[in-house]
């Protein structure tokens, strides 16, 4: 694992202005392999940066390492919407109707659920999880989707295809059941501690699909009489790339899964 501030130290320098691995290297005094090993993990694992290649893999060839432009230049509407979803921690705190409004009509489909709704929710999520060939994003609030048939299924199947699986979620007391069967499935899926008011999945930075629930409990009769979820998914590529950026931005300053699993452990124990 590296060293936090060796990440840190990159970032800071590659956010000033594009760098070479080389430069870094020398910045932390290591040899250029390891320079640029510790720059395609950070790349890998936290998503703020990005290398690219010149003259391919010869000995000649330039690597520069760059700043992922999804964290720079955003809109108004989309910096006040992520400082909107930063300062929540329930999923009633903000609603994803807040950004789907903003996407292409055409690129967005909403289904209504108030019937079997884990059934139908397994069916949405599952759709365009199975769409992933390199990456999936989820946001959970308990991983109350593991249990979901066809969901674990394609979540198997991803691990088995390679694809890298990042997951942002709360973690305690009440999760630590899910949490074991989400990584009975597979060691590799990373898995970070934040309470966020988000329920979705992003697939490849092609689509996401967010969850809303609209408890009747919570509304006059005459405004909702029964409860009801919506699901909605986005192929609009802009505000996927927001939501991928909202990702990595509680991704990469969430504590890690192990020292509160430690402690729950102890917890659970006595």
């Avoid at 998503?47 to 964290?71: D, H, L, M, P, Q």
């Avoid at 989309?78 to 400082?83: C, D, K, N, P, V």
């Avoid at 009633?92 to 489909?109: A, H, N």
């Avoid at 986005?234 to 300053?253: A, H, I, N, P, Q």
Wanted: aromatic fraction near 8%; proline fraction near 2%.
């Amino acid at each position: 694992m590296i060293d936090k501030r060796i990440i840190s130290k990159i970032q800071e320098m590659v956010y000033l202005e594009p760098r070479t691995v080389q430069e870094i290297a020398r910045e932390l005094g290591v040899s250029w392999k390891t320079a640029e090993r510790y720059i395609e993990k950070v790349a890998e694992e936290y998503g703020t940066i990005r290398i690219k290649r010149f003259r391919g893999e010869s000995k000649a060839s330039v690597r520069i390492v760059y700043w992922n432009t999804g964290y720079k230049g955003a809109t108004i509407i989309q910096e006040e919407l992520l400082q909107r979803i930063m300062n929540s921690s329930e999923k009633y705190d903000f609603s994803p109707f807040d950004i789907v409004q903003y996407c292409d009509e055409k690129l967005v489909d909403c289904v209504k659920i108030t019937e079997d709704i884990e059934r139908a929710l397994d069916k949405e999520i599952s759709k365009t999880m199975e769409k992933a060939s390199e990456e999936l994003l989820l946001f959970s609030g308990n991983l109350s989707w593991v249990n979901y048939e066809k969901t674990r299924k394609v979540l198997e199947k991803a691990v088995k295809k390679g694809v890298k699986i990042k997951v942002i979620t709360r973690i305690d007391i009440t999760t630590i059941n899910n949490l074991k069967a989400l990584q009975a499935i597979s060691s590799k899926i990373s898995i970070k501690h934040r309470e966020q008011p988000l329920r979705g999945v992003i697939s490849d930075s092609i689509e996401c699909q967010l969850k809303e629930v609209k408890p009747a409990a919570l509304f006059k009769p005459s405004e909702l009489n029964t409860d009801t979820v919506l699901s909605y998914t986005l192929r609009d590529k802009e505000w996927v790339s927001f939501l991928r950026k909202v990702f990595f931005t509680m991704y990469t300053s969430a504590p890690d899964t192990e020292k509160r699993m430690k402690i729950l452990k102890k917890i659970s124990s006595s």
